[in-house]
């Protein structure tokens, strides 16, 4: 194991159920795409609800070697920090290409920066990129859209330098798998491109249609229509936007599995029911239950574990509107509490269930297959991956040393370590920095027992 900086570690003392409040702003699978769509407009765009997460921090630098100003609005009444970005893209200029390595970082966000610039500059350069290990994510999709639209793309040994000779054309593209990634790329791009794109077997997760809110207030001209299809045609030129994102459901559902396999009670302001049904429906079968609060400008959903006995079940995961696959490794840990054999079958990435590993050695019983189990069929069933898990609970968890892998895998540790008995050393925290704002804080907010660096 590499050794990890005091702090990239966080000391969890298990045992305890969480119970308070915390608060959710906007979708980390949002904003930094509207960030990113800024770039496309004559004018200042304005976004609210913008959570202080790494990838928001990596979009900024990014933005900024740009020329683009981002600013954050003023501190509020009591002093905490605006949730507000103001981008103004007026002095947008080509960033060198050792600037744009070094403000990547590990993220994959600056492939989608490819068709905005192309757009404003001719040019666009993509470094190596990173991004969480859950399984093949190529960027082929993305190239290939790219190239249909005219593009060129030139393989270099520091990345990918992609240029437009011409004006880039609307096209009509099938992705083969309805990739969130790909859409977005597709979105971004056709926007000012000359005549009329079609997209099939598109994504229709709820933060594509807010990234289509964001890029229809610009002046785009977007429609949705049934079995997966997206129409763009192609306008001169677009304006800025004010934008509030819609609510971080990935985030919600993890706080909602750490109240569950805790045996706590959490309310989630900010959290919204519409784009939660799905998790909603599969929080109650388990065994949890949830209460949605509507006030207007502060709503909430609060979830809790009653203390009955917890019930297994079978699940899919699979694009929107199935179970999205994020929401499936904090169940799994939840799982681990309910009583009987659960049956997992991960269809979207198929090595998210590697993460299992650790939770065996902290005493889950979780056996995983090759084959697709409780399901239908996917395309990861005669490709000799281990997608499909059987987990045998109740079992008692104990306290261990983790190294986190994955964004929605390393939360999913801290559930299993807070619901555990003794402490575990959790390494990577960084990661977890991604996708979720201050989780340190409201992890204590909770009573949890928890403190960065090796403990005592």
Same mark, same amino acid.
């Given at each position: 194991?590499?050794?990890?900086?005091?702090?990239?570690?966080?000391?969890?003392?298990?045992?305890?159920?969480?119970?308070?409040?915390?608060?959710?702003?906007?979708?980390?699978?949002?904003?930094?795409?509207?960030?990113?769509?800024?770039?496309?407009?004559?004018?200042?765009?304005?976004?609210?609800?913008?959570?202080?997460?790494?990838?928001?921090?990596?979009?900024?630098?990014?933005?900024?070697?740009?020329?683009?100003?981002?600013?954050?609005?003023?501190?509020?009444?009591?002093?905490?920090?605006?949730?507000?970005?103001?981008?103004?893209?007026?002095?947008?200029?080509?960033?060198?290409?050792?600037?744009?390595?070094?403000?990547?970082?590990?993220?994959?966000?600056?492939?989608?920066?490819?068709?905005?610039?192309?757009?404003?500059?001719?040019?666009?350069?993509?470094?190596?990129?990173?991004?969480?290990?859950?399984?093949?994510?190529?960027?082929?999709?993305?190239?290939?859209?790219?190239?249909?639209?005219?593009?060129?793309?030139?393989?270099?040994?520091?990345?990918?330098?992609?240029?437009?000779?011409?004006?880039?054309?609307?096209?009509?593209?099938?992705?083969?798998?309805?990739?969130?990634?790909?859409?977005?790329?597709?979105?971004?791009?056709?926007?000012?491109?000359?005549?009329?794109?079609?997209?099939?077997?598109?994504?229709?997760?709820?933060?594509?249609?807010?990234?289509?809110?964001?890029?229809?207030?610009?002046?785009?001209?977007?429609?949705?229509?049934?079995?997966?299809?997206?129409?763009?045609?192609?306008?001169?030129?677009?304006?800025?936007?004010?934008?509030?994102?819609?609510?971080?459901?990935?985030?919600?559902?993890?706080?909602?599995?750490?109240?569950?396999?805790?045996?706590?009670?959490?309310?989630?302001?900010?959290?919204?029911?519409?784009?939660?049904?799905?998790?909603?429906?599969?929080?109650?079968?388990?065994?949890?239950?949830?209460?949605?609060?509507?006030?207007?400008?502060?709503?909430?959903?609060?979830?809790?574990?009653?203390?009955?006995?917890?019930?297994?079940?079978?699940?899919?995961?699979?694009?929107?509107?199935?179970?999205?696959?994020?929401?499936?490794?904090?169940?799994?840990?939840?799982?681990?509490?309910?009583?009987?054999?659960?049956?997992?079958?991960?269809?979207?990435?198929?090595?998210?269930?590697?993460?299992?590993?650790?939770?065996?050695?902290?005493?889950?019983?979780?056996?995983?297959?090759?084959?697709?189990?409780?399901?239908?069929?996917?395309?990861?069933?005669?490709?000799?991956?281990?997608?499909?898990?059987?987990?045998?609970?109740?079992?008692?968890?104990?306290?261990?040393?983790?190294? =986190?892998?994955?964004? $929605?895998? %390393?939360?999913?540790?801290?559930? +299993?370590? !807070?619901? *555990?008995? @003794?402490?575990?050393?959790?390494?990577? =925290?960084?990661?977890? $920095?991604? %996708?979720?704002?201050?989780?340190? +804080?409201? !992890?204590? *907010?909770? @009573?949890?027992?928890?403190?960065?660096?090796?403990?005592?």
């Amino acid at each position: 194991m590499e050794l990890s900086t005091a702090s990239d570690v966080l000391t969890v003392h298990g045992g305890t159920a969480l119970s308070g409040e915390v608060r959710v702003r906007g979708a980390k699978n949002l904003v930094p795409k509207a960030m990113v769509a800024a770039l496309l407009g004559h004018g200042t765009s304005v976004l609210h609800n913008v959570p202080q997460i790494s990838d928001v921090r990596i979009v900024t630098g990014l933005l900024e070697a740009h020329g683009v100003s981002v600013t954050r609005g003023a501190p509020g009444a009591d002093g905490e920090p605006s949730d507000t970005l103001i981008l103004d893209p007026a002095s947008v200029e080509q960033a060198s290409d050792t600037a744009v390595e070094a403000h990547a970082g590990t993220s994959r966000i600056p492939v989608l920066f490819c068709g905005p610039l192309l757009h404003r500059l001719g040019r666009a350069f993509i470094p190596d990129l990173g991004g969480c290990k859950i399984g093949d994510r190529p960027i082929d999709f993305h190239l290939d859209a790219l190239r249909a639209f005219g593009a060129v793309v030139e393989k270099r040994p520091e990345g990918l330098l992609i240029s437009a000779p011409e004006r880039l054309r609307g096209t009509q593209i099938r992705l083969p798998y309805p990739s969130v990634g790909a859409t977005e790329q597709v979105l971004l791009t056709a926007v000012l491109a000359e005549g009329v794109t079609e997209l099939s077997n598109a994504a229709t997760e709820p933060e594509i249609v807010d990234l289509i809110a964001v890029l229809q207030k610009m002046g785009a001209i977007i429609s949705v229509h049934n079995g997966r299809v997206i129409r763009i045609i192609g306008v001169d030129q677009l304006g800025g936007f004010t934008h509030r994102a819609i609510p971080d459901r990935l985030e919600t559902a993890s706080w909602a599995c750490a109240a569950l396999a805790t045996g706590g009670d959490i309310r989630v302001i900010g959290a919204a029911q519409g784009e939660m049904m799905t998790f909603l429906n599969v929080f109650r079968r388990i065994g949890g239950d949830f209460e949605v609060d509507d006030t207007p400008g502060e709503p909430s959903i609060r979830f809790w574990h009653s203390g009955g006995q917890m019930r297994a079940l079978a699940l899919e995961t699979d694009v929107y509107p199935g179970l999205s696959t994020d929401w499936q490794q904090p169940l799994v840990v939840a799982l681990t509490q309910a009583h009987g054999l659960s049956i997992i079958h991960e269809t979207v990435y198929e090595q998210r269930l590697g993460f299992t590993d650790a939770l065996n050695r902290m005493g889950a019983q979780i056996q995983l297959y090759r084959e697709c189990l409780g399901g239908s069929a996917c395309r990861f069933g005669q490709r000799n991956f281990m997608h499909s898990a059987v987990i045998s609970g109740p079992t008692k968890l104990h306290g261990a040393e983790l190294t =986190i892998p994955d964004l $929605r895998a %390393g939360f999913s540790y801290l559930i +299993a370590a !807070l619901a *555990a008995q @003794g402490t575990s050393t959790v390494h990577g =925290i960084s990661l977890i $920095r991604r %996708g979720y704002e201050d989780f340190e +804080a409201k !992890l204590s *907010a909770l @009573g949890a027992d928890v403190e960065l660096g090796l403990g005592a």
